[in-house]
């Protein structure tokens, strides 16, 4: 892949290919989106194209989070209100629970392994706490909740950050940014991410030469 370079972000850059100079430039939008994907080493990426120095926050959609919790002495398994606010896809021992078909009751104490009310189905709290019965008490619970993933995107000097997906996963179909959603399939695609490449406190940024251009 062959570069050319077109922006810097400190000081002028002659750009041997068309014999000119630019001034620093505070991004690199690609045919005129600020926003786009390409692929970095057989990788499908995201590239955001924003001021220098600075972190955009990228939500990623949710994924299943799995953990072990121990049931207690009557057999119920208490779990508190998760920080989304959101018990959507909550499942128990691969069961699946409808917290908004749950009945709200007190949680009563538990006297000899037996509450001292009957509770025979799961319920809710008047906090919000989801309590599940009939476990074998203290016996180990799977409890499957998607959780939000959020990503931090820096910005280089140059202005340009890179999404790129985290170990043993991919990127999602969509994202979003504060109040904006993308979908990758609509993304512009570059041919190659640009680069960015420091030296003396400059920052030099690089794009492939075979990008096409808008006026």
């Known amino acids: 892949m062959n570069f050319q370079k077109s922006f810097v972000c400190a000081g002028l850059a002659i750009i041997s290919a068309i014999g000119s100079s630019l001034a620093p430039a505070a991004a690199i939008p690609y045919q005129g989106d600020t926003v786009y ?21 990228v939500n990623l959609g949710s994924s299943a989070s799995t953990t072990a919790r121990v049931a207690g002495a009557c057999g119920e398994l208490r779990i508190s209100v998760p920080a989304s606010g959101s018990f959507a896809g909550l499942k128990v021992d691969g069961t699946a ?9 007190t949680l009563p104490s538990c006297v000899s392994g037996a509450f001292a009310e009957t509770r025979s189905a799961n319920f809710k709290t008047p906090a919000g706490q989801i309590i599940v019965v009939g476990k074998t008490p203290n016996s180990a619970v799977s409890i499957e909740l998607p959780q939000p993933t959020v990503a931090t ?6 202005g340009f950050g890179v999404l790129r997906a985290r170990t043993g996963s991919t990127l999602p179909a969509t994202f979003s940014t504060d109040s904006t959603s993308y979908t990758m399939t609509a993304l512009k695609s570059a041919s190659a991410p640009p680069l960015c490449r420091t030296a003396g406190g400059s920052a030099a940024a690089y794009i492939p030469a075979n990008w096409t251009t808008t006026p």
Request: charged share 15%; hydrophobic share 30%; aromatic share 2%.
């Open 37 to 57: 994907k390409s692929t970095d080493r057989g990788n499908p990426v995201v590239v955001f194209s924003a001021s220098p120095g600075s972190r955009i926050r």
């Open 153 to 158: 995107v820096s910005v280089n000097g140059c």
């Open 97 to 105: 629970i409808d917290a908004s078909t749950l009945p709200t009751q």
